[in-house]
C-alpha cells in the first residue's frame, strides 16, 4: 500500500471576514517588540469594556440582514396575514430595543463568549475573569434578568443575581505574526432557543438524498415554536464527536460559518452545502407552521454543514437562532478594540401602511368578564383566530406552578386569582425608572403541561397565555375541562411591555424574583387561539411529516 499523505486543514476553516465593525477605543491596546517579533499587550479592562458593550449591543440590536429578511415575510404576497402580523410586530419590537432602555427579549440569555487569541497577544490575566467582569457589568448596570442558578446541592439551587456563571471557550490560534489579533463571537443564548438544541446518534442508512429529507422532514417539525420562530436553523451531518457536532451546529446557527467552503476534500474540513440548505428551506416552507401560527415562513434561512465522522458514528445536530438573533463578532488588534456594527436605526425596515398588511380581522376579549363568559366567548372560534386581550391576567411560570401543585397535593383549594384570570407563563426582566413594566414576553408552555389536567380539574388554568405548541395531555385536558391554550407571540417582550402592560403588581412569592406570581393588567395583548375546548389543536396537523416527494441530486445525474 502507498503511504498516505499528511494533511491538515482546520476543521472550520470559516474563510475571510468580511463584517462591518465599529471602533470602540483605542485605549488598553500597545504593540512590543521582542525576540524579533511584534506583540500585542492587551489591558484587562479592554476586555472588560468590550465584553459589557457587546452584551448591551445584543441585547438591544439586530444584524441588517436579519431585519431584512424580517421585511421580506411583510413584503411577499405568498407569506400569510399572520406571518405577517409576527413579523411586523418584531420589527415593531426591535424599534423599541433600539432605544436602549427594554431589551428585545425578556430572557435575557445565558452570556455565551468564544475567543481566538492569536499566539502573538498578551494579556497577562485570567482572560476568562476579565470578561466575566463585563458580563457582570452589563447584567447588573442595564435592564436585564438574571437567570443563572448555582447548585448549592444536587436538588437546591440559588439565583447567582447577576447572570453569571457566562460560558467561556477561549482557544490558541497562530493567526498572522506580523499582525496578532485577539477574535471574539459573542452570544445570548435563551432558555427557548438553547433548549432547541438536538443531537441524534444516527448511522450512514441516513448519508443519501432520500432518507436525509425524511429524516429532516420528522426532526425539524418536532423543533415547534417555543424557540420563536422564524429561525435561523442550522443542520450539521457528521462530526469527530457528538458535542463537535452540536457546537458546529450553534456557530452555524449565529452565521459565524458562512464563508466555509462549498466543497469538501481529501483534507477533511467542514464544508457548507448549498444545494441542500435550498432543499431544507423548502421543506420548511411546506410545513404550513410559518411565523408561530401557520403560514410559510418557519425559518428565514437554513445552514447546513458536513463535517467528517468517525465510520461507526454518524451525528446529526440541529440548532436554531431564533427572532432574538443576539450575537456579534468583535476583534482586538493594534488599532484598537472593535465591535461588530448592528443596526441602529431599524425603522427604516418598517413599512408605511400597517393596516393593509395585517388584513384579516382580530376579536377583541375582554379579560373583565367572569371566566365562565370568557371561555363562552372564546369557544365560538375556530383555532388560528386572532384575539387582542384586556384585562387582568396573572403571571406564573415554573417554580410558582410546582408550588401550587404541593398546595393541591396537600388538599388545599385552587388559588382564587388561578380560578378567576387567564394565566399567562412568562417572567419579567428588570424594570426601568419610569416605566409600568420590564421586557415580558411569554415563556415556553410546555413546560407546564405536566400541570394543566390538576390544576383544570381543580377549577383553576382554565385560560392559559404563553408561547409554543403543547402536547397531547394538554389538549386532552381542554377538551375534558372546557379549556383553551392561547399563543402568545414569542419575541417582541419589548412591545408588550411598553404598548400592552399597564401594571404589574406582586400577587405571591415575592421572594421568587421573576418567578412570583403577579397580576399585570394589559391592553389590546396580541393572542391567537391554539388549543380549544373542543379538542382542536392548531400544531397537531403541522408535525405529521408529509410524503416526500423530491428530485434528488443523485436522480437528477442518472
Known amino acids: 500500500m502507498t503511504a498516505p499523505e499528511f494533511r491538515y486543514s482546520d476543521l472550520l476553516p470559516i474563510g475571510a471576514d468580511d463584517t462591518r465593525y465599529r471602533l470602540l477605543t483605542t485605549e488598553g491596546v500597545s504593540t512590543v517588540e521582542a525576540a524579533g517579533r511584534t506583540f500585542l499587550q492587551v489591558e484587562p479592562e479592554a476586555l472588560r469594556l468590550l465584553t459589557a458593550e457587546a452584551m448591551h449591543d445584543i441585547s438591544h440590536y439586530l444584524r441588517p440582514t436579519h431585519l431584512s429578511q424580517l421585511r421580506t415575510i411583510i413584503d411577499d404576497p405568498e407569506s400569510s396575514g ?140 418536532s423543533l415547534g415554536t417555543a424557540a420563536c420562530p422564524p429561525y435561523h436553523l442550522a443542520v450539521v451531518i457528521g462530526g469527530t464527536s457528538a458535542e463537535f457536532a452540536l457546537k458546529t451546529a450553534k456557530y452555524a446557527s449565529a452565521h459565524y460559518l458562512d464563508n466555509l467552503p462549498t466543497e469538501g476534500s481529501m483534507a477533511a474540513h467542514a464544508f457548507r452545502d448549498l444545494e441542500l440548505e435550498e432543499e431544507v428551506f423548502k421543506l420548511t416552507q411546506s410545513f404550513g407552521i410559518g411565523a408561530q401560527f401557520g403560514g410559510k415562513y418557519f425559518c428565514h434561512d437554513v445552514r447546513v454543514v458536513r463535517l467528517p465522522r468517525h465510520g461507526a458514528s454518524c451525528p446529526v445536530a440541529l440548532a436554531v437562532s431564533c427572532s ?45 368578564r367572569p371566566m365562565a363568559d370568557i371561555r363562552a366567548e372564546l369557544s365560538k372560534y375556530p383555532v388560528k383566530t386572532r384575539l387582542s386581550l384586556t384585562g387582568p391576567l396573572v403571571v406564573a411560570r415554573d417554580i410558582a406552578h410546582a408550588k401550587i401543585k404541593e398546595r393541591l397535593d396537600a388538599g388545599e383549594p385552587m388559588p382564587q386569582y388561578l380560578r378567576d384570570m387567564a394565566v399567562y407563563y412568562a417572567g419579567p ?107 382542536n389543536d392548531f400544531f397537531a396537523e403541522t408535525q405529521k411529516p408529509i410524503a416526500l416527494r423530491v428530485r434528488t441530486r443523485s436522480a437528477e445525474r442518472v
Open 82 to 221: 399572520n406571518d405577517r402580523f409576527v413579523a411586523l410586530d418584531l420589527l415593531k419590537n426591535v424599534n423599541i430595543s433600539a432605544g436602549g432602555i427594554l431589551p428585545m427579549c425578556q430572557d435575557t440569555g445565558t452570556a455565551i463568549v468564544m475567543g481566538k487569541k492569536s499566539e502573538g497577544v498578551l494579556t497577562g490575566v485570567d482572560d476568562a475573569e476579565w470578561i466575566s467582569r463585563g458580563v457582570f457589568d452589563a447584567y447588573t448596570e442595564l435592564n436585564l434578568r438574571y437567570s443563572q442558578l448555582a447548585p448549592i446541592t444536587m436538588w437546591d439551587e440559588k439565583n447567582t443575581g447577576s447572570n453569571l456563571p457566562a460560558q467561556i471557550e477561549l482557544y490558541s490560534t497562530q493567526g498572522d505574526p506580523a499582525n496578532p489579533a485577539y477574535k471574539f463571537l459573542f452570544m445570548a443564548k435563551g432558555g427557548g432557543s438553547a433548549n432547541k438544541s438536538f443531537l441524534y446518534q444516527e448511522t450512514k442508512a441516513v448519508l443519501n438524498p432520500t432518507r436525509m429529507l425524511e429524516f429532516l422532514d420528522e426532526k425539524i417539525r
Open 429 to 535: 426582566a428588570k424594570t426601568p425608572d419610569g416605566y409600568a413594566s420590564g421586557s415580558f414576553g411569554p415563556t415556553t408552555a410546555g413546560r407546564m403541561d405536566s400541570y394543566v389536567d390538576q390544576f383544570q380539574a381543580a377549577g383553576g388554568s382554565h385560560v392559559m397565555l404563553a408561547k409554543g405548541n403543547r402536547s397531547a395531555q394538554v389538549t386532552k385536558a381542554c377538551k375534558e375541562h372546557g379549556g383553551f391554550y392561547l399563543g402568545s407571540i414569542g419575541g417582541p417582550a419589548a412591545r408588550l411591555a411598553l404598548d400592552c402592560i399597564k401594571s404589574v403588581e406582586v400577587l405571591e412569592y415575592p421572594e421568587l424574583g421573576m418567578e412570583a406570581v403577579w397580576k399585570i393588567e394589559v391592553e389590546d395583548f396580541p393572542a391567537f387561539i391554539v388549543v380549544d375546548d373542543k379538542g
Open 324 to 368: 432574538a438573533d443576539r450575537q456579534a463578532l468583535a476583534k482586538i488588534t493594534a488599532e484598537g478594540v472593535f465591535l461588530e456594527q448592528l443596526e441602529r436605526e431599524p425603522a427604516q425596515y418598517l413599512p408605511e401602511q400597517t393596516d393593509a398588511i395585517l388584513g384579516g380581522d382580530v376579536v377583541r376579549v375582554d379579560l373583565n
